[in-house]
């Protein structure tokens, strides 16, 4: 066994001990440290490891520590034996390894490593072991350690066996079919009622939509306004929920914020967008709590039996991967079950452990984008913007990447670097133009915000006023006591305020009357509707900007991209713009020419906005007569593409193009050109949730596998490819 001398001293801070952890590692670090060479007090040392060694062999209990990486530096062989290691074997891992990442529910557990980063102290969280073969439950503590000079060093806690407890908690809830909070199904009737429809359905060839819908910032409501809040809270969006979907035997709650419902014979990938389209904007609407307001929102995976899986565990599982990334796509958002899922989640895993490194191997960096007076063309500031030049992928946007460090406690180091260095660029610009930075709600949070924005304004002595910090609406979900004194906190600095992406969220106007905001910025994707005929976008900005006038605020439009935007925008009286049609963010080096008050831009760009193209490139199948072309796709839309790797094909031909995992759309020739053909399709194409298409219903597995029963005859090709062409 290792001996329980591994057990390092001196360095615990005794006002951070309580009593359960203050136990052994309290008692022997202390004497160890303040009294050694004393005799009497090895004595005792030695007497106090025997008990330690005594306690450990009991199987009462076990002990851990970690060094500041969460790498294990001790851990009682007895249990590591019981999870099929040794001690000595199990040193060096990482100590959250050792546990599954899902709780009893199957839900995800993403408490411990969330805890570990924040360097917060935890007592008796129940986590499942990891190892094979080993389905204990433990309850595990743990507090962080730090040094003389303040600085963490890693944890110590200690664990104890609770499988049998928990067996008997979950055999007991298991007995009942309803949530007591909400009234509807629980997790255990839910997953039976799914079982059974799937097996019927599989049997009369028919479909089945699973929905799992997850809240955004619930935790944020419970935390701030208390548990009974955040249950009255769930109570409001069961009912909500349930005066969507109807049928009450459909919707559950699993357990926390996570809700199922079960949506049988809809297969209909555009009936099901709109659908969870539409509960997540009735779940974003405010609820009034105990005599609070809060705002909340909404993410949903979608998975469709038997396309996505036959079993409820596969659909299940595919529905939470299309959660999951509906998640990484900036919440508030649905997404649908594709194979791809997979390869992404493992890719965002990956670009989550490059991020880890990429600040000290200076990757970031920062750009800025002018910000132009409307009227004048003059440039009155600049936003940063940051870049990560990824060693093997090339540039990774911010709306890529942001996301991951919010969720992976990277951004607080992130933001501190990005206020950093834009001061520090802004002070080197000549005259004084201002600089906006983007702070993400989680650093706005932080309450050593100010400190930051403090030390980085001194550091560069760039003056408070030439710095602008762009807030999004989620900030005002949180605590409202709180949210009122970082505001002010920060207006106390002298540093200027913009609310960013107005129109994306909550855009409720009571935001812009209770908060000090120098300036709003309207999205994006507000202003492009606006251009639409018969769209009251252009009516809302107008108010907007007149009720931003009267509160002495500037306006700013993004994202403007096309001249007949530019008019609109003038139009309407927005003061200012940033957009592609004046400039797209440029590195630092092309701001050390500009002061101002002298640089304007002239814009430029073209005339309309064009309908939204994705100008996605991607090899499908092109049916014709029994015989299929691989052919690539261009400037796919709802409606029609372009299609390359055919040559002379007669305007008027049908194809039918295969995308892929049964989406099948008739396509006829409008347009031939010699290698590329203008298609229209027969089907539109909907929305997958995250910019994306997809076809409405996709060819069903059983249909397929009676399809290749009959086996065809093959037809002889009638269209030379180009690569024919190219060989010939
Ligand atoms: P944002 O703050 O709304 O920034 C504006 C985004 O719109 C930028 O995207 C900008 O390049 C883009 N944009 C500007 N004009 C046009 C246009 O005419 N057409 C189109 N299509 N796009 C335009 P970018 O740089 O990819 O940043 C995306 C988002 O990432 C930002 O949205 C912001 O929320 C976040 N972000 C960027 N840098 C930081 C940062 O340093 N810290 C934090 N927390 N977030 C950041
Ligand atoms: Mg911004
Ligand atoms: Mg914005």
């Not at 759309?665 to 229209?680: K, L």
């Amino acid at each position: 066994m290792d001996s329980p001398s591994r057990i390092d001293s001196g360095d615990r801070r005794d006002d951070e001990a309580d009593e359960g952890q203050r136990g052994f590692f309290g008692l022997i670090g202390s004497r160890i440290g303040k009294q050694r060479g004393d005799t009497a007090a090895n004595l005792h040392t030695h007497e106090a490891l025997l008990l330690l060694q005594n306690y450990e062999e009991s199987g009462q209990g076990w002990f851990w520590s970690t060094d500041a990486k969460g790498r294990l530096t001790y851990i009682t062989d007895s249990v590591a034996r019981l999870m099929g290691r040794t001690a000595g074997a199990l040193l060096g891992t990482v100590f959250t390894d050792l546990f599954l990442p899902v709780d009893s529910h199957g839900e995800r557990q993403r408490t411990l490593p969330f805890l570990l980063t924040k360097q917060s102290k935890f007592d008796k969280l129940p986590l499942r072991s990891a190892f094979e073969g080993d389905d204990r439950w433990w309850a595990i503590s743990g507090r962080p350690q730090f040094d003389g000079g303040g600085k963490f060093t890693g944890y110590r806690g200690s664990g104890a066996d609770v499988t049998a407890q928990r067996r008997s908690a979950e055999d007991a809830s298991r007995l009942a079919l309803y949530d007591s909070l909400t009234g509807l199904a629980n997790r255990f009737a839910i997953s039976k009622k799914l079982d059974t429809t799937l097996a019927a359905f599989a049997q009369q060839q028919r479909s089945c939509a699973i929905m799992l819908l997850d809240l955004d910032r619930f935790k944020q409501v419970n935390d701030t306004l208390g548990h009974p809040a955040g249950d009255a809270l769930l109570k409001q969006v069961a009912e909500r929920l349930l005066k969507i979907v109807g049928d009450k035997e459909m919707v559950s709650r699993l357990g926390g914020d996570e809700f199922q419902i079960i949506l049988p014979d809809i297969e209909d990938r555009g009936k099901l967008g709109d659908m969870a389209a539409d509960i997540i904007a009735s779940l974003s609407q405010p609820y009034s709590v105990e005599g609070s307001r809060c705002i909340i929102g909404a993410s949903v995976g979608v998975a469709i039996a038997p396309f996505d899986g036959l079993s409820s565990d596969d659909l299940v599982r595919n529905a939470d991967l299309a959660l999951y990334a509906a998640k990484g796509n900036g919440r508030g958002r649905f997404a649908f079950y594709s194979s791809d899922l997979h390869t992404a989640a493992e890719d965002r895993r990956a670009l989550e452990d490059d991020l880890r490194d990429a600040l000290v191997r200076g990757e970031m960096a920062l750009v800025y984008q002018p910000v132009v007076h409307s009227k004048s063309n003059m440039v009155s500031g600049v936003e940063a913007l940051i870049r990560w030049a990824h060693p093997e992928r090339g540039v990774i946007s911010p709306s890529v990447f942001i996301p991951i460090a919010e969720e992976a406690g990277l951004i607080w180091a992130l933001g501190e670097w990005v206020l950093r260095t834009a001061c520090e660029d802004a002070a080197n610009w000549p005259g004084d133009m201002r600089v906006a930075v983007n702070v993400s709600p989680i650093q706005f949070a932080n309450a050593d915000l100010p400190k930051v924005v403090a030390k980085a304004l001194g550091a560069t002595g760039l003056a408070p006023g030439r710095l602008e910090l762009e807030i999004t609406e989620s900030v005002f979900l949180g605590d409202t006591a709180e949210t009122a004194r970082m505001f002010k906190a920060l207006k106390a600095l002298g540093v200027r305020l913009a609310l960013d992406d107005f129109g994306t969220g909550y855009s409720s106007l009571a935001y812009l009357q209770s908060a000090p905001f120098d300036k709003i910025k309207i999205d994006q994707s507000f202003v492009r509707d606006a251009t639409i005929p018969g769209s009251r976008n252009g009516a809302i900005i107008a108010a907007i900007v007149a009720l931003a006038e009267a509160l002495e605020m500037e306006t700013t439009a993004e994202g403007i991209e096309s001249l007949d935007q530019l008019e609109l925008i003038r139009k309407l009286n927005v003061s200012h713009v940033q957009g592609y049609v004046y400039s797209r963010a440029v590195p630092q080096a092309e701001l050390l020419d500009h002061a101002e008050g002298t640089w304007t831009i002239k814009p430029a760009g073209p005339a309309r906005q064009r309908n939204d193209r994705f100008s996605l490139f991607r090899k499908v199948g092109a049916i014709h007569d029994n015989h299929r072309y691989a052919v690539v796709i261009r400037n796919l839309s709802a409606t029609g593409a372009f299609i390359e790797g055919l040559l002379d094909v007669p305007v008027g031909t049908r194809f039918v193009i295969d995308f892929g995992e049964g989406q099948l759309v008739t396509a006829i020739v409008r347009r031939s050109m010699r290698h590329q053909q203008g298609v229209e399709f027969e089907q539109t194409m909907v929305s997958d949730g995250n910019g994306g298409l997809c076809t409405r219903h996709r060819v069903s597995p059983y249909l397929i596998a009676a399809a290749t029963q009959s086996t065809a005859a093959l037809a002889l090709p009638s269209f030379t490819t180009t690569s024919d062409w190219k060989a010939a």
